[in-house]
Structures are given as C-alpha cells and as structure tokens.
T-cell receptor
C-alpha cells in the first residue's frame, strides 16, 4: 500500500514555543492531505483539510492562526503548532488520499507532542 | 456525513472469527461504507470498503445488508495482532472527502 511518513515521531517542547510536524507521501502524489488530533482514549478529530497550492480548510473550533498548515508540494504538508501550551499536547496524525480511483486514505504513524 | 453506531468493545478468542457490527441507518445512496482500524499509538489502517455488495480482501470481509442500513466486518481468523479499535465510516467516494471518525469498537483478541 501507499506510504505516508511523519516527522518527528515524538517531540517535547516548552510552553510558548512553536513546533513543526511534517507529513510526506513517499510513493505517490497527494493533492489532498488531512490533519487529525487525538487525545488519550478518544477518537481522531479532524482539524483541517490541506490542498496543495491553496489555503487549508479548518474544521469548526480549530484556530487557523495557531495551527498553521502549509501544503507546498504534492508530497509534503506541514503543521506548525504556534505558541504551544500544555493543552496542545496530543497525538497528531496526517493522512493523504491515494488517487487510485478507490480513494482510501493512508495515514501516517502519528506524532506525539508533549508541551511542558 | 451519515453517522454510524458501533458497540464500544468486543472480545474474541484467537483463531475465531471476529464479527464487528455497524449501524448506519441514515446512509445515502451514494455513500460508501469504509472500515479502518487503529492499533495503539499508531495511525489508522485502511481495511476495506463497499457500496452495496459484499466485499472480501486479504484482511477481512464486509457484509452489507440489502437495505444498507447496517454492515458487519468479519475477521475470519482473529490473531492477537488484530487487537485494535475498529472504525466504521460512511463517506462519498471522493479523494477530497474527509473521514469523520466515531468512537469505534475496541476489539480485544485473547489467547
């Protein structure tokens, strides 16, 4: 199947700093990527839809100025958590649509963010 | 998006078939049923999807009722590695269409 990678897998940052998470589709071009957040023992919550070359579409309640998304190429999308706070500590997961005519989404392995 | 209802948790003995039900009574005619699973601390993994016919692949079988209001994911011979949260999602067949995850079913396979 298609492979989606994320970097870093784990990151610890201090409150008030910013952290960038990368999401790459390794063997296919993804015009659309998605960013999710998952708190412990909860389901995945969609944060935003990222389209290559255009502005991301954010879900209701997600601050676009806090969670900056850039989808500069067909294989790379980045999520930057700005001015991170402890409540932003979570598991961040990206996915990319595989344009095979089936359109199942392939997910990255996730990034564990801890804000101290 | 149509909503789905799944049991919170299920147990299954190793080697036995695991049958995971999903209700999607408000599904529309052009929405597909997708199944994903998430092993602890990993990203979700695509399993299978279908519209109205039963589907089978190397991982599982998907049985959709004739009225399409419910479906069952079948893992024919569950192993310990199948322990995960299984999500049933209905969505349109579009590459730009987002997946909305419900609470899923936590399947525990025991020896």
């Amino acid at each position: 199947g298609a492979v989606v990678s994320q970097h870093p897998s784990r990151v610890i940052c201090k409150s008030g700093t910013s952290v960038k998470i990368e999401c790459r589709s390794l063997d296919f071009q993804a015009t659309t990527m998605f960013w999710y957040r998952q708190f412990p023992k909860q389901s995945l919550m969609l944060m935003a839809t990222s389209n290559e070359g255009s502005k991301a579409t954010y879900e209701q309640g997600v601050e676009k100025d806090k969670f900056l998304i850039n989808h500069a190429s067909l294989t790379l999308s980045t999520l930057t958590v700005t001015s991170a706070h402890p409540e932003d500590s979570s598991f961040y997961i990206c996915s990319a649509s595989f344009p095979s005519g089936v359109y199942e989404q392939y997910f990255g392995p996730g990034t564990r963010l801890t804000v101290t | 998006d149509a909503k789905t209802t799944q049991p919170t948790s299920m147990d299954c003995a190793e080697g036995r078939a695991a049958n995971l039900p999903c209700n999607h009574s408000t599904i529309s005619g052009n929405e597909y049923v997708y199944w994903y699973r998430q092993i602890h601390s990993q990203g979700p993994q695509y399993i299978i999807h279908g519209l109205k016919n039963n589907e089978t692949n190397e991982m599982a079988s998907l049985i959709i009722t004739e009225d399409r209001k419910s479906s069952t994911l079948i893992l024919p011979h569950a192993t310990l590695r199948d322990t995960a949260v299984y999500y049933c999602i209905v969505r349109l067949l579009l590459d730009t269409d987002k997946l909305i995850f419900g609470t899923g079913t936590r399947l525990q396979v025991f020896p």
